[in-house]
């Protein structure tokens, strides 16, 4: 089994930033490539950032891209999310997952994530 844990969000105002972590255990966290997603009240999950095992494949949704960054640290099994010049849109639970099926992407899907983690709250006042 994979444990996912998220930490890092909170409330920040309109412009600022915030930095989220992803801890990962339980299996080889270098053979996975990860992803982040949200989900706001009354929507649906909505991908946000991926990045390949190695590191080297990236993809972000349009509305976040020049604004956040993802990164990951196989040697401390993390994966982080840069989020800079926030919005009140980015108002959501961000969640992380990980993919251990598909080698060297950063898929969008989330139906092809095998694990996801708690999520934490990230709000964003104007």
């Known amino acids: 089994q994979v444990q996912l844990v998220e930490s890092g969000g909170g409330l920040v105002q309109a412009g600022g930033s915030l930095r989220l972590s992803c801890a990962a255990s339980?299996?080889?966290?270098?053979?996975?490539?990860m992803g982040w997603f949200r989900q706001a009240p009354g929507t649906e999950r909505q991908f946000v950032a991926a990045i390949s095992q190695s590191g080297g494949r990236t993809s972000y949704a349009v509305s976040v891209k020049g604004r956040f960054a993802i990164s990951r640290d196989n040697a401390k099994n993390t994966v982080y999310l840069q989020m800079n010049s926030l919005k009140p849109e980015d108002t959501a639970v961000y969640y992380c997952a990980a993919d251990y099926r598909h080698d060297d992407v950063a898929t969008a899907s989330w139906t092809l994530y095998d694990y996801w983690g708690q999520g934490t709250q990230v709000t964003v006042s104007s």
């Open positions: 339980g299996r080889t966290f270098s053979s996975c490539a």
